[in-house]
């Protein structure tokens, strides 16, 4: 795998501002608040998003593991639906983003999956002619709306608050659009722009672990363990994230861990969007900044 | 009335083409075509009964043709022509079919072969008949050597041709000769410390009377051909007066203007005026421009003012030379892999995390640490890891192997040793030590204590956030498990990359580049110096990575060839070259610019389109593109190459 | 030890395993047919979060894979640890998609594998099968039920609290308007895949 190189180019203002968007099966019940916050916040930039009608699941990693097939036709029908709507989709969980990505590549060049998939789809009466673009928030925001004009609408400056940006791994892995595969700063830029000081995060996407909390969860919560260490080694108020599952495991799991290795983390796990959508000017009830098992407020009342 | 008298011979190859070609069957072809008055077929035709055969019958039967129909032009086409020529006929009355690359060898239908074969021979009949006699020219050859590069490979070849009794100019980028090696400390098997091996070199480089050394100096256009190459030169302006200054130092000490040395790889400082290092040839000082006080405000002059010889010159100016050379030899040199593309390595995140010249300059007692293996922070590291491979024989940077870092990671390992009491892990995937007495090296080494040699590569380097100790990951695949190596040094032993520049510079001297980014030699295994492009030759890394004494033994083999090029005196001219017929030609200059030798040109008294001889490689591009036909490709105009498809149809 | 050993003589007397059979089984999947170009260098253990948990690395997996160990490598505990978070390989020097290797041996060891990770990953199928979407609560009650329904004591705690913040609903899932689409899609794979 090649190492990316930085894509995009900054502000585009005047780019496609508007996307289908794709929330995936996540945010719209564990990850309410990374929905409700995305959405917020695009609104205030200027972006349209239209949920994709009657979406179904992406498959996640687990229908890779399931099946081969399923896992590339299942998501290719929401691509099979968004073709037909001539936009651009914007993703916002990581696992999604990949996934739909995944099955978007075979429709690249003519392999013996593109066709594969093309029969199950033709079976609904559903074709994919050529690949959908498929961007993520994160991009959106830094490329698109551009770092200038987030600046310009920012309203509280999070000035002090530092943040550590844990990625996880999907994100750019084994896809190139990130600007790294192991130290992106796209998620660095949009929350400096915020006004927050990101501290240096090493971990920033080494896997949390995702779906294996579930079967694996002994040695998960290892893994998750020393992500938190670090994060509260360089002094982080908080973590932001940018993918469902990660949050999950670092917020709902913080409890278990702290009891399990005898550590007292307290470090609230939010996404980007939910410190943005702050900065922005909404308030901390529908940014959902209560609702993680630590809740952020604390940090937050300093800029109320 | 009948043309021209073709002799035809046909060659078995042994059994390369007589096994797939009924050469009984195409003999008789051949006999029967017109004009063809002997046809023969016989087992090597390029041995000597072969080519004596050949000889007789030019004499014997009044031959004024020649077809041999046999392997590849480029293995014998020499050959057959000497053997014309020693027979009484023009070597260019000769023509060959390749009926076994491009026939026998293709195929496994003996019938396709048979007519294939058939065609082909008509095909070069065909075009025989119409074949002019050409003469050979030569053109004198002037007798210096352009040697670029003064790294270890220039340095020899400069060298080997000087004491041969003739001229060469070394042209280096640097203030100083040295390159590469001038930065190591120790040098694989035998530990004989760099400098002291080199600089004698270096001296001999400054004090030979047929050695001009143009240091601080840059190439910047090559025009001509072989034996006659025009390249002009930029001597650029030192802002010392050579002549007057000793080397003495003292403006060296007075500068107050401190920036990062290369030569020390980021490691140390220089100052604005400066020399690389202590040991360079020549050993006058340099002002950077870019950096010194006085070109930036005007002000300072300390240097100026403490100098006992009154050397420096601020206003010197750059000199443009203009020489002539019959050979050119290349040797510009490798640049290291730069693991900063590599984020996993924490190469310019972590402190301590170190290339191998880095460490060579952690050794080498004119270091900016004198010779002391120690941390930044000043301390001596309690255990070390060394790292191959890193950024070679990876498909995600360079897929090719770099050839020295095992050995350089087995010296390593012996220094840290012998100048610290660290523990040493070397991660290895494989341990390459090719040459004369490396793997003895080896196996000294790996009886040491306290090294501990791991089959695995180093995937990443950590830091532990609460103690910053570094941590080094890695796989120990013969026993099979996972190990995280607390270390507080890690040296990455970074791969030998072509240099930035390397596309620039091939263009410049008119040679190509290889799919790895190396210069490419004319054949990988028996003509690893000559390019593509006669009289330019390369030596040293930049035509792959190599260990020293390759380097040597290369920069001696370019010098032979140069040798080979000044010492005749003069070079032949190929006469297929491309020719005007000033009737046809209206001066509408559609060929000049296509010509990638810049070859043509307008005779304004005339009107018409010029083509310089000797320049001309004569690969009918011109004759393609000229609209009137006036440009006629000699060898291949249009006439014979109408001919050799009529007989390649003929027979279907 | 004993285990060791038994295993280490089964692999001297099988000197017809047929290696190449399985690497036409992997080349058949996205990103395995570069199998034999592994050297075996073990970055791939290196960069795993997980491998220090696995029994045999995936470096090792790859040389039984080559030695045509397919049973072995089937059973192997190594490919259920698998995040599938793509360090192994971004970082393989000879460009291997080890994630993907990973991902081909789990489709074929699912039809077999008796264990929670294989099951978790049926379930996960069979409820976006139901509903057209994965709900978290309907997915947990099934996968407990299908594994250890005491399990769901253990999720107690934790469940609760995420209804009380609203990331869990216990209502019922209702499926999406293309349910039966994405019947038909499921029914299409399978017919494909020759009713696996």
Same mark, same amino acid.
């Given at each position: ?86 936009? /651009? ?67 509280? /400056? ?22 790294? /595969? ?123 | ?12 190859? +042994? ?34 009964? +072969? ?11 009044? @031959? ?20 014309? &020529? ?86 280096? *980028? ?30 001999? #480089? ?63 400082? =220089? ?52 020489? =002539? ?45 004198? +010779? ?59 341990? =390459? ?24 590569? +180093? ?6 956030? #609460? ?10 695949? &013969? &026993?099979?498990?996972? =190990? ?39 054949? &990988? ?76 040109? @307008? ?28 440009? *006629? ?5 249009? *006439? ?13 | ?26 080349? !058949?999947?996205? !990103? !395995? ?37 397919? $049973? ?27 994630? $993907? ?30 509903? !057209? ?64």
């Amino acid at each position: 795998m090649k190492v990316a190189t930085a894509p995009g180019t900054e502000g585009q203002a005047g780019a496609a501002t508007r996307f289908s968007f794709f929330p995936g099966c996540s945010l719209h019940t564990t990850a309410r608040e990374y929905l409700d916050s995305v959405v917020a916040v695009m609104g205030a930039l200027g972006v349209e998003l239209e949920e994709l009608d009657d979406w179904n699941c992406c498959g996640a990693t687990a229908l890779s593991s399931a099946d081969m097939l399923l896992s590339y036709a299942l998501p290719a029908r929401n691509l099979a639906m968004v073709s037909e709507l001539g936009l /651009p989709l914007a993703v916002a969980c990581n696992s999604c983003f990949v996934t739909l990505s995944r099955a978007n590549s075979v429709f690249r060049s003519e392999g013996p999956w593109r066709a594969k998939v093309n029969e199950v789809l033709a079976a609904l009466g559903r074709k994919v002619s050529k690949p959908v673009e498929i961007r993520h928030v994160l991009h959106i925001l830094r490329d698109t709306v551009g770092l200038d004009r987030i600046r310009a609408a920012v309203k509280r /400056p999070l000035a002090g608050l530092k943040v550590a940006p844990y990625y996880g791994c999907q994100l750019s892995r084994p896809r190139h659009e990130f600007s790294d /595969p192991e130290f992106p700063t796209e998620m660095d830029e949009v929350l400096a722009v915020a006004g927050c000081e990101v501290v240096r995060f090493d971990r920033k996407t080494k896997c949390c672990g995702g779906a294996l909390m579930t079967t694996k969860e002994d040695v998960v919560l290892e893994i998750n363990e020393q992500l938190l260490r670090e994060a509260a080694t360089r002094g982080a108020d908080l973590i932001a994230v940018c993918c469902p599952m990660c949050q999950m495991n670092l917020d709902a799991y913080q409890g278990k861990i702290n009891s399990r290795f005898g550590t007292r983390y307290e470090l609230p796990v939010v996404y980007f969007s939910q410190l943005l959508g702050f900065a922005l000017g909404f308030d901390e009830a529908v940014m959902g900044l209560a609702r993680g098992f630590v809740p952020a407020t604390k940090h937050l009342r300093k800029y109320a | 009335m009948a043309g021209p008298r073709v002799g035809v011979y046909l060659c078995h190859c +042994g059994s390369n083409i007589a096994d797939k070609v009924d050469m009984d069957a195409l003999r008789e072809f051949a006999a029967a075509l017109p004009d063809v008055v002997v046809a023969r077929d016989y087992k090597y035709m390029c041995s000597d009964p +072969g080519q004596d055969l050949i000889k007789a019958d030019i004499k014997e039967h009044g @031959l004024e043709r020649v077809v041999v129909a046999s392997c590849s032009p480029r293995m014998h086409e020499p050959t057959f022509k000497r053997a014309c &020529l020693a027979g009484g006929l023009n070597p260019y009355l000769m023509e060959m079919a390749n009926i076994r690359e491009q026939c026998s060898w293709v195929t496994t239908d003996r019938e396709a072969a048979t007519r294939k074969a058939k065609a082909l021979v008509h095909s070069a009949v065909n075009k025989v008949r119409l074949l002019e006699p050409l003469q050979e020219s030569s053109v004198p050859v002037e007798p210096r050597v352009l040697v670029v590069g003064g790294g270890i490979a220039g340095i020899e070849a400069a060298l080997k041709i000087a004491e041969a009794g003739h001229k060469v100019v070394l042209v280096e *980028r640097e203030p100083s000769i040295g390159g590469n090696m001038a930065k190591l400390d120790k040098t694989f098997p035998t530990l004989d410390c760099a400098a002291c091996i080199l600089t004698p070199k270096m001296v001999s #480089v400054a004090q030979n009377p047929n050695i001009t050394l143009l240091t601080y100096s840059e190439v910047e256009k090559v025009e001509g051909f072989v034996g006659n190459f025009t390249v002009t030169i930029r001597k650029k302006a030192r802002s010392v007066d050579e002549k007057l200054c000793n080397g003495c130092g003292t403006c060296q000490e007075k500068c107050p203007i401190k920036v990062p040395n290369e030569f020390e790889e980021g490691l140390g400082m =220089r100052k604005a005026i400066y020399t690389p290092f202590p040991q360079a040839v020549p050993n006058k000082p340099v002002i950077d421009r870019a950096n010194c006080t006085y070109y930036k405000t005007g002000k300072c002059r300390v240097c100026e003012r403490f100098c006992p010889p009154q050397a420096i010159r601020f206003d010197q100016e750059d000199e443009i030379l203009t020489e =002539r050379f019959g050979a050119i030899i290349v040797a510009t040199g490798y640049k290291l892999f730069d693991p900063s593309v590599a984020a996993q390595w924490g190469y310019g995140r972590y402190d301590n995390v170190i290339t191998g010249l880095q460490f060579e300059r952690l050794c080498n007692a004119s270091g900016p640490t004198g +010779g002391k293996i120690l941390l930044k922070d000043g301390r001596e590291p309690k255990a070390v890891a060394i790292l191959h491979c890193v950024g070679s024989r990876d498909k995600n940077y360079n897929e090719y192997c770099s050839r020295i870092c095992c050995m350089t990671s087995v010296k390593f390992a012996h220094l840290v040793r012998e100048k610290t009491g660290a523990k040493v892990y070397d991660l290895y995937m494989d341990m =390459r030590t090719f040459g004369k007495q490396y793997e003895e090296f080896y196996n000294r080494v790996v009886a040491e204590r306290d090294i501990y040699f791991i089959r695995g590569k +180093g995937a990443e380097v950590m830091q532990d956030p #609460v103690t910053g100790q570094l941590l080094v990951r890695v796989e120990d695949t &013969l &026993l099979g498990v996972f =190990r995280e190596i607390p270390v507080d040094m890690v040296i990455l032993n970074a791969g030998i990359s072509p240099r930035p520049d390397a596309q620039e510079v091939a263009q410049k001297f008119g040679i190509q580049r290889s799919a790895d980014g190396f210069f490419l030699e004319y054949h &990988l295994k028996l003509e690893p110096m000559k390019t593509a492009n006669e009289g330019v030759f390369v030596a040293g890394t930049c035509q792959s990575p190599k260990d020293i004494p390759d380097t040597v033994a290369q920069g001696a083999g370019a010098a032979a060839e140069a040798l080979k090029v000044i010492l005749l005196g003069q070079v032949a001219v190929t006469p297929t070259t491309a020719e005007v017929q000033e009737s046809l030609c209206s001066g509408c200059r559609v060929c000049i610019p296509l010509c990638p030798y810049s070859a043509i040109s @307008l005779d304004e008294a005339k009107g018409v389109a010029v083509v310089n001889q000797a320049l001309c490689k004569g690969c009918g591009t011109c004759a393609a593109s000229c609209p009137s036909g006036a440009m *006629r490709a000699k060898h291949f105009d249009n *006439r014979q190459l109408l001919a050799q498809i009529e007989g390649v149809c003929a027979d279907d | 030890m004993e285990q060791a050993e038994a295993r280490a003589l089964e692999v001297i007397r099988q000197d017809a395993l047929d290696a190449s059979a399985f690497l036409d089984e992997l080349a !058949g999947f996205p !990103g !395995g047919d570069k199998v034999k170009n592994c050297m075996q260098c073990g970055v791939c253990t290196a960069s795993c979060p997980l491998s220090f948990k696995m029994t045999e690395t995936p470096r090792k997996i790859m040389e039984m894979i080559k030695a045509g160990l397919r $049973d072995q490598v089937l059973a192997s505990d190594t490919m259920w640890y698998c995040a599938s978070c793509y360090a192994c390989s971004v970082r393989c020097p000879q460009g291997i998609s080890m994630a $993907d290797v990973m991902y081909a041996l789990r489709t074929i060891a699912i039809k077999t594998a008796r264990n929670l990770s294989a099951a978790f990953y049926q379930t996960f199928k069979d409820s976006v099968r139901r509903y !057209g979407r994965m709900h978290e609560s309907d997915l947990m009650i099934r996968f407990a039920l299908r594994t250890n329904p005491l399990s769901l004591l253990k999720m107690g705690p934790l469940g609760l609290r995420m209804l009380m913040k609203g990331k869990l609903s216990l209502v019922p899932p209702t499926a999406i308007r293309g349910a039966r689409e994405i019947a038909k899609l499921y029914e299409k794979v399978a017919e494909m895949e020759g009713g696996a």
